[in-house]
């Protein structure tokens, strides 16, 4: 059941431990499984750009490596005053697990935030069922 305000404050004490000394942008991210459980992550730089990590994979690959698989909802909350919506490589990696219906709080701060679902910020995903 998603309790939103919840999964919103837990991305937002995420992006509290946010490693950003490169960009300044400090992005935390709550991940709900189907069974209730709250997994979270935080953007964590590098000295070699690239090999930056964003707080949506952070918090999913977390989540899988610990065994779970099937996901309700995430919530993304950034130092930006805007909403902040996750990047297409996170996009794409949610897809992996998540289906279309799969919802997004898309947060301003640690009050408003839009909801959407995968499938309308990532439509027509790469999928190895396409090849
Ligand atoms: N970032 C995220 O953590 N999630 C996103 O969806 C977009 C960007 C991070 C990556 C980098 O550490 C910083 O924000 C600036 O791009």
Do not use: W
């Not at 300044?24 to 070699?48: K, M, Q, Y």
């Amino acid at each position: 059941m998603l309790d939103t305000q919840n999964l919103i404050h837990a991305a937002d004490q995420a992006r509290q431990k946010a490693y950003a000394p490169y960009s300044g942008f400090r992005v935390g991210a709550a991940l709900l499984c189907r069974d209730g459980t709250v997994f979270t992550g935080c953007n964590i730089e590098n000295a070699s750009y690239p090999v930056s990590n964003c707080a949506e994979r952070t918090a999913l690959f977390t989540a899988v490596s610990e065994g779970y698989r099937e996901f309700e909802a995430l919530a993304v909350v950034s130092d930006s005053g805007d909403f902040t919506p996750p990047c297409g490589v996170c996009r794409q990696a949610l897809s992996e697990f998540c289906g279309s219906d799969f919802i997004i709080l898309m947060c301003s701060g640690s009050l408003s935030y839009r909801q959407t679902t995968l499938g309308t910020l990532l439509p027509f995903a790469f999928s190895l069922q396409l090849m």
